[in-house]
């Protein structure tokens, strides 16, 4: 009987992990979301066009700073939890190597390898010290030790994308504008554009994310809204 010999198949993974484009995506949609319903909280109160610039530039900035912060502990935790895992992996294995090879085919087994073929594996995966901590790092902590995410280009990514998302509904009150129709509309194809981009790494179609997203920001907007409205009426 003869072996087919298949040719070697390569594909891209899309990036799921991590990296920048995660809080980039959704730091825009915060961006819209959140100053879009700000901004109409703020003009459902009442209160003058200037007041309702004023307050969702505020919003921008603050929103901005806040994210990035929330993203950099985010990563650089989930970093520096990774790292010392590695190191007790490191110690582990400098101190009992015969059982940490024997854990790393018992991996195997437990995949599916039968049991001689998952010895060996493991055994020419051992034989060098200096990098067989990679190989446990990956197959027992599943982290790529070489590909660790960034904190600051987490934190850099997000201050951007939410200042880029929270700007739509603050430039038209910027350039002059006074009706609330105009900066609200703009948002909501905004999110429904973002939405559809998301469905791109998801299995959704883009008309669903996209409505998806119309719809939440929308009901977050119409919200704020009602409350300005009630508060505004009040004061
Ligand atoms: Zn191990």
């Known amino acids: 009987m003869s072996e087919r010999v298949l040719p070697e198949h390569h594909h891209d993974h899309r990036d799921v992990t991590g990296g920048w484009l995660r809080p980039a995506v959704f730091g825009v949609m915060d961006g819209l979301v959140s100053n879009t319903a700000l901004i109409a909280g703020v003009a459902g109160g009442g209160a003058p066009p200037r007041t309702v610039a004023l307050a969702g530039l505020a919003g921008l900035v603050a929103g901005a700073f806040s994210m990035a912060t929330g993203e950099y502990v985010s990563v650089a935790s989930q970093t520096e939890l990774a790292r010392a895992e590695i190191e007790v992996e490191k110690a582990e294995i400098a101190r009992v190597p015969a059982a940490e090879e024997a854990e790393l085919?018992?991996?195997?087994?437990?995949?599916?390898?039968?049991?001689?073929?998952?010895?060996?594996?493991?055994?020419q995966l051992s034989r060098d010290p200096e990098t067989v901590w990679r190989v446990h790092a990956r197959e027992e902590l599943g982290i790529d030790p070489d590909d660790?995410?960034?904190?600051?280009t987490a934190a850099l990514s997000s201050l951007l994308a939410f200042t880029l998302g929270a700007l739509v509904p603050l430039l038209p009150y910027v350039l002059g504008g006074t009706a609330l129709l105009v900066p609200v509309l703009l948002s909501l194809l905004a999110l429904f554009v973002a939405g559809a981009l998301v469905s791109r790494w998801?299995?959704?179609?883009a008309l669903y994310s996209g409505t998806r997203q119309l719809v939440l920001g929308g009901a977050a907007t119409g919200l704020t809204y009602v409350v300005g409205t009630a508060v505004g009426a009040g004061v």
């Open 202 to 205: 998801t299995d959704r179609s």
């Open 148 to 152: 660790l995410p960034s904190p600051w």
């Open 105 to 123: 085919a018992g991996i195997y087994r437990a995949r599916g390898v039968d049991d001689a073929t998952a010895r060996e594996v493991a055994r």
